[in-house]
């Protein structure tokens, strides 16, 4: 599995921006509310993984690109498949332009210091897998956030072993390595306060972020 530094993509995510899919409205850094919040974050290392790590091209000669213009088009089909096997799980997905976000509370998908997938969340994976599946032509970005409980380097640690989990667990199920990178970012993008239980559940996740892979 790829290992990407990742300094200019935390740069790019501080700065980023998404609109809420249900407000419309235009939101910034840690101000973002909902399931948007994880896609300013995660944006920003997909743009930069996607595009400059080499998968794009394995992804295009190996399966194939999407035309420039259809890109959207394959991307909404994926959304309207992936919240339709999501549904009632516990995953939260975003849109950010192109791009495509599954959120997942690591409550849901992890016991308490644990970085193995819990057996009663396996079948949620499985939906998620079979429509990375039918949707071959995107890159994932799976990136393993961790609240600031403990030490950074522990938490770093973590995260970075929860991420490599699901996307163990992916291409155990059929999804193509080439397309995969995991990621670990620690305490060091928090998105709500770490000072109260609910902020600090809310730091403890693992994104997948899904790009097309379009034709150059």
């Known amino acids: 599995m790829k290992r990407i530094a990742f300094t200019a993509a935390l740069a790019l995510a501080a700065t980023s921006c998404a609109t809420d899919p249900n407000t419309g409205e235009r939101i910034y850094g840690n101000t973002a509310r909902g399931a948007a919040i994880g896609a300013i974050a995660g944006a920003g290392v997909g743009v930069l993984a996607g595009g400059n790590d080499g998968r794009n091209a394995a992804i295009g000669a190996a ?26 799980t516990g995953i939260q997905v975003a849109r950010n332009g192109d791009q495509l976000e599954l959120l997942m509370p690591s409550d849901v998908t992890f016991a308490v210091n644990q970085s193995s997938v819990q057996p009663e969340f396996q079948s949620a994976l499985d939906n998620v897998a079979s429509t990375l599946v039918e949707y071959p032509s995107t890159s994932i970005d799976v990136i393993g956030h961790a609240d600031s409980t403990g030490s950074a380097d522990y938490n770093q640690t973590l995260s970075e072993q929860r991420a490599q989990s699901v996307s163990s667990y992916l291409t155990s199920r059929g999804v193509q390595d080439l397309r995969l990178a995991s990621y670990g970012m620690g305490e060091s993008q928090p998105v709500a306060s770490n000072t109260t239980p609910e902020g600090r559940a809310q730091n403890r996740r693992v994104q997948i972020v899904l790009t097309p892979v379009v034709e150059e």
């Not at 399966?63 to 309207?80: F, K, P, T």
């Open 63 to 88: 399966i194939g690109a999407i035309a420039g213009g259809a890109a959207g088009v394959y991307m909404d089909r994926q959304e309207a498949e992936m919240r339709r096997q999501t549904a009632g």
